[in-house]
């Protein structure tokens, strides 16, 4: 379902290829358009798609906090509720968390942060953020699975990482 390919390198390391999706292929290096909140602000989705967009980011953090990745899951989907047929990526908000480093606090639990929208505390997990991106596509599950790895082993190694990273992060901002 998924896949990458390489068609060039350059000698700088850049490269040209292909990421296959079971939502169309995407020729890289790509224009990424951001729909922070499940949308492009100021764009319809008839310009994106005159624009050749293939792909568009979408952001874990602030659809966790508004609309709710469990709405989403219950409206079909994140394809479903943002009306896009084409491949949506989306991170696992942890940019966010550190970008609003007055509002966050990394333990070994995971970060525990207030949000920017209404000041409620929230406590961001690697076992949450997997969960969120479950919730918002069926198929990250699908990303994790590899045939050397169980989803359960992959999601443990995920998760170590995780954790490792926002540790990192914290001791050198």
Do not use: C
């Amino acid at each position: 379902m998924f896949s990458f390919q390489v068609f060039g390198k350059d000698p700088t390391g850049a490269r040209r290829g292909r990421l296959t999706t079971p939502h169309g292929s995407i020729e890289t290096p790509v224009f990424l358009p951001v729909g922070t909140a499940a949308t492009v602000k100021g764009l319809r989705q008839e310009a994106l798609e005159e624009l050749g967009a293939e792909l568009i980011l979408a952001n874990t953090y602030h659809l966790y906090l508004r609309p709710g990745h469990e709405l989403i899951r219950k409206l079909g989907g994140l394809h479903r509720f943002m009306s896009w047929p084409r491949a949506i990526l989306t991170d696992s908000g942890g940019y966010q968390v550190f970008s609003l480093s007055e509002l966050r606090k990394v333990t070994d639990e995971g970060v525990r942060f207030r949000s920017h929208l209404d000041g409620s505390e929230h406590l961001l997990t690697p076992e949450k953020a997997a969960e969120m991106a479950g919730q918002l596509d069926k198929r990250a599950r699908q990303l994790a699975e590899r045939k050397e790895r169980s989803y359960e082993d992959a999601l443990t190694h995920l998760l170590g990482l995780m954790r490792q990273g926002w540790a990192a992060k914290e001791k050198n901002p």
